[in-house]
């Protein structure tokens, strides 16, 4: 607000009386006419009495001309008096307080828009949801992932090269002298063979044995310190529903987890035959999981609920070749080999370099559609289907018996008669259901060895 200074009304006694201007004590003389009169003032002009200033005498008592007296008229138009209003102060001028206010403006605004930006980052950009706190990372032994914690760091990724290419595999460490147990398709035919660890580490394995009937085999590594060895279970006390986790390097995906059960037991599963002789088929009287297995896990280890392996994965179930939606990876049909066939086969090859198989010493014919196992007329080369003395010639067996059982168990072909023998060790007896000119009959017999290839 502009600085204003307000003057009292003037008093009552400055108010002009009514009446004639010339009005005045007795004592103050009238002036005379032309008295005063500057010079060129006429008749008609007005006098000094009239301009609120009494006229001057002419001459004083010594006839000097008298000074010119000058008298307060309070009714003149110009008093001699000035009401004193102080000294003008210098406030804020229009424009000054204009800008002041245009200042504070821009300023509240940018300083209210940075702080819309922060409160809007922090409703939008910056939205905070409910979420658990970090809790314990530890995990039940039993559970899928603490089976992983305790066998990852035991279980490696192989990378094969040789002749006809490469391949990626998996294997699992059987001791601290860094004995390796993989399958023998993934290092068959190999020149180099690398060993990558869960932690990242690779070096290079040489092959200590393999077997291409049992589909097993071994390498070793050197100079590596702090392996940590699976613990090994026991396929015969694997039943059909329990939980098991796989662990390998499909599509060279190392370190994959997957989980499922054991969905059938004693499954005869024959892979390989790529040599069209018969000499790199494997029989296996294989474990069934659902758990996914696809290329690159073989090898590794199939676990139960306490981190012990039970079997080793070895082959799937795809759709049938010529089947033109015939699919390449897992259709939940995977395959393992027991774990009591692995161990002994690992031990003798770590031992002397071959594995043993257990016989029965006769010639199968494996055109035979019939149900069960027929012996051969003849064997190779002529040769009698039954060798002289072996352990077959001794439990009584003779050329065109049918075996249709092992130990009580169904055999259907001679693929499943060979699997039903190589579950077992050298040495083991066996009871045989044979069917001789339309009359079954039993046969005791104890299995013969063999070396493998």
């Known amino acids: 607000m502009a600085d204003r200074q307000q003057t009292d009304p003037a008093p009552q006694w400055w108010s002009r009386p009514e009446g004639t201007a010339d009005g005045r004590p007795d004592t103050v003389p009238a002036p005379r006419p032309g008295a005063g009169d500057g010079p060129g003032r006429g008749a008609g002009q007005e006098s000094a009495a009239e301009d609120g200033v009494p006229a001057a005498r002419e001459s004083g008592p010594d006839g000097e001309p008298p000074a010119r007296e000058v008298r307060y008229d309070p009714w003149g138009e110009q008093p001699l008096q000035v009401v004193d209003r102080g000294k003008d102060r210098r406030g804020f001028r229009l424009w000054q307080v204009a800008a002041l206010s245009a200042g504070t403006a821009l300023l509240a605004g940018g300083i209210g828009g940075y702080v819309g930006v922060l409160a809007e980052r922090q409703s939008s950009t910056r939205l905070e949801l409910p979420q658990a706190a970090v809790a314990d990372k530890g995990r039940a032994p039993e559970s899928v992932a603490g089976i992983a914690a305790t066998a990852l760091p035991g279980v490696v990724t192989l990378h094969v090269r040789g002749e006809k290419g490469g391949g990626t595999g998996t294997g699992f460490v059987l001791d601290e002298q860094g004995h390796i147990l993989t399958n023998n398709h993934v290092v068959a035919d190999s020149k180099e063979i690398a060993v990558t660890f869960s932690t990242g580490e690779s070096v290079t394995a040489e092959l200590v044995g393999r077997d291409s009937g049992y589909d097993l085999a071994v390498v070793k590594v050197s100079g590596v310190r702090g392996l940590r060895p699976l613990s090994l279970g026991n396929s015969e006390n694997v039943k059909v529903g329990d939980p098991v986790v796989a662990i390998g390097a499909p599509f060279d995906l190392s370190n994959t987890?997957?989980?499922?059960?054991?969905?059938?037991?004693?499954?005869?599963?024959?892979?390989?035959?790529?040599?069209?002789?018969?000499?790199?088929?494997?029989?296996?009287?294989?474990?069934?999981?659902?758990?996914?297995?696809?290329?690159?896990?073989?090898?590794?280890?199939?676990?139960d609920a306490r981190a012990h392996v039970v079997g080793i994965n070895s082959a799937i179930r795809g759709a049938d070749k010529d089947d033109p939606s015939r699919q390449g990876g897992s259709i939940g049909l995977g395959f393992a080999i027991p774990i009591n066939q692995g161990k002994r086969v690992a031990e003798e090859l770590i031992r002397t370099g071959r594995a043993t198989h257990p016989v029965i010493g006769v010639t199968l014919d494996m055109d035979y559609t019939g149900d069960g196992a027929r012996v051969g007329d003849k064997g190779e080369d002529g040769k009698p289907s039954v060798i002289a003395d072996g352990p077959g010639a001794r439990a009584g067996i003779k050329a065109g018996d049918v075996i249709t059982k092992v130990d009580g168990q169904r055999v259907r072909g001679g693929d499943e008669l060979i699997i039903k023998i190589r579950a077992h060790r050298p040495g083991d007896p066996l009871t045989l259901t044979v069917l001789r000119e339309g009359r079954e009959r039993t046969l005791q017999v104890v299995l013969g060895s063999a070396n493998g290839s």
């Open 257 to 303: 987890v997957t989980a499922g059960i054991i969905s059938a037991t004693g499954r005869p599963v024959t892979a390989g035959g790529d040599k069209g002789d018969g000499s790199d088929i494997s029989y296996v009287d294989a474990l069934q999981t659902d758990a996914p297995i696809n290329p690159g896990n073989s090898g590794g280890p199939l676990l």
